[in-house]
Structure formats: C-alpha cells, structure tokens
C-alpha cells in the first residue's frame, strides 16, 4: 500500500469514526441526553436542540465532506471530469454545513445554492475531457 492509498484510507476510517462520536460521548456522560442549547449563529434563527444530536448532524456533514474530498482525490487521479465534479460536491457539502451552523439550512439563499451546484455538477457532465488515458496504476501518479 502506497502513501496516497494509507491517506485515502485514513481519511474514510476517521470520517466512520467521526460518525459515532455522539454515541461516544452519550456513553461516557449520559447526562448529555438532556443538555438542549440554541447553538445557531443566525441571530433570527433559534432552536433548542439536543446537543447530541447537534453532535450527530455535524459529524455526518464533515463525513460527507470527507467523502466529497475522497472522490475528488481519486477523481484527479483517474479523470480531470469525475474530479471537478468531485471538487463541485466538495464545494456543496462545505457550504451546506456552514448554512447549517449558520441557521440549519432554513434560508431561501441555502436552497438556490443546492440547485447552482446541482446545475453545475449537470453541466460538467458534458464538458469534453481531454485527457484520454488507459491507468496503469492509480498508485503511482
């Protein structure tokens, strides 16, 4: 296994990890089944939610966030089109996630930014790739 395949694999590993960090922490302070802040940064938006599953939310963004980046690696790796579209989810999953620390995606501006990347990622389907190449080891770029 190449340096580039033990980053990948790193990388899915922690962004599975991330994913039961609230269970983690329920285990260890149960208590925290009954902590409930407004942690929202929009001064309009508020909610009480349950920490946890706060928690719980945020670790499966930043896991989706890994995942986008990922398929961006590996996507540069085998076709300069599967990596702009890689690149494309990326951009979307980290703006999704500061929608939602911002006010939990409830604003009309989050959801056209769903539909530009959406239009986006469509439109580079049909980009022309001009990088046409057998691989031979995807290791080894």
């Given at each position: 296994m190449n340096n580039f395949s033990i980053k990948i694999s790193i990388l899915l590993i922690?962004?599975?990890?991330?994913?039961?960090?609230?269970?983690?922490?329920?285990?260890?302070?149960?208590?925290?089944?009954?902590?409930?802040?407004?942690?929202?940064?929009?001064p309009r938006f508020h909610l009480k939610m349950n920490v946890l599953w706060y928690i719980y939310e945020l670790a499966n963004m930043l896991n989706k966030i890994i995942w986008c980046y990922?398929?961006?690696?590996?996507?540069?790796?085998?076709?300069?089109?599967?990596?702009?579209?890689?690149?494309?989810?990326?951009?979307?999953?980290?703006?999704?996630?500061?929608?939602?620390?911002?006010d939990r995606n409830t604003s009309f501006t989050s959801n056209v930014v769903v539909y530009c990347f959406i239009g986006v990622a469509f439109l580079e389907i049909f980009i022309p790739e001009k990088r046409l190449a057998k691989i031979r080891r995807i290791d080894g770029i």
């Amino acid at each position: 296994m190449n340096n580039f395949s033990i980053k990948i694999s790193i990388l899915l590993i922690v962004g599975l990890a991330i994913c039961d960090l609230h269970s983690l922490i329920w285990k260890l302070w149960p208590q925290t089944e009954f902590i409930q802040y407004d942690l929202f940064l929009s001064p309009r938006f508020h909610l009480k939610m349950n920490v946890l599953w706060y928690i719980y939310e945020l670790a499966n963004m930043l896991n989706k966030i890994i995942w986008c980046y990922v398929l961006a690696s590996i996507g540069g790796k085998i076709s300069i089109k599967l990596f702009w579209v890689g690149i494309t989810f990326l951009l979307y999953q980290i703006t999704q996630f500061f929608f939602y620390l911002w006010d939990r995606n409830t604003s009309f501006t989050s959801n056209v930014v769903v539909y530009c990347f959406i239009g986006v990622a469509f439109l580079e389907i049909f980009i022309p790739e001009k990088r046409l190449a057998k691989i031979r080891r995807i290791d080894g770029i």
